[in-house]
């Protein structure tokens, strides 16, 4: 029998957005880390921590991958250089990887949801994405009730030990 291949942990120096709703909307099935082309300011912003993708998605298109209605905002002391804040970005993957991602998209109806961005220890500019399939209703429901019992576990130890 196979050995279970164990989940790769991405180098987060510096963790800038999280898409926490992701993981509950979505069952993550498989991840990747891509780059991201960025303009000056928005590097600037991001290092101050500044940034929201709660409500992007990722597209697969001409063999290139966008990154959709991410929230950068603009750099303050930026000038008239600064750039638009929801504009779309590509994220840099190689092409195996985005030919994998396609397949998964128009074959198993998965989508492409960032989990979150990210500076590594090089000072690279990531975007951890998530091949994902949306929940129903009564998951959520189940989510919900796994979270809440290991909390009461957890209270109930605590008590006791």
């Not at 909307?25 to 498989?30: G, I, K, L, S």
């Not at 966008?66 to 950068?72: A, M, Q, T």
């Not at 990887?97 to 500076?119: C, M, N």
């Not at 994405?129 to 605590?158: F, S």
């Amino acid at each position: 029998m196979a050995k279970p291949v164990p989940v790769r942990e991405f180098d987060k120096a510096k963790v800038v957005a999280e898409n926490r709703r992701a993981r509950y909307d979505y069952f993550v099935e498989d991840r990747f880390e891509a780059g991201i082309e960025l303009q000056g300011t928005e590097v600037k912003a991001l290092r101050t921590g500044e940034g929201s993708i709660a409500e992007s998605y990722a597209l697969v298109e001409n063999e290139e991958v966008f990154l959709i209605n991410s929230h950068i905002p603009q750099y303050g002391a930026g000038s008239w250089m600064n750039h638009e804040p929801r504009r779309r970005r590509k994220l840099l993957l190689k092409a195996r990887e985005i030919d994998k991602l396609h397949g998964a998209i128009t074959r198993q109806g998965l989508t492409l949801v960032p989990l979150s961005i990210y500076f590594n220890s090089r000072g690279r500019a990531k975007i951890e994405l998530a091949l994902a399939r949306g929940k129903k209703v009564h998951d959520k429901r189940d989510t919900i009730k796994e979270r809440d019992w290991k909390r009461e576990q957890g209270r109930l130890l605590r008590q006791r030990g």
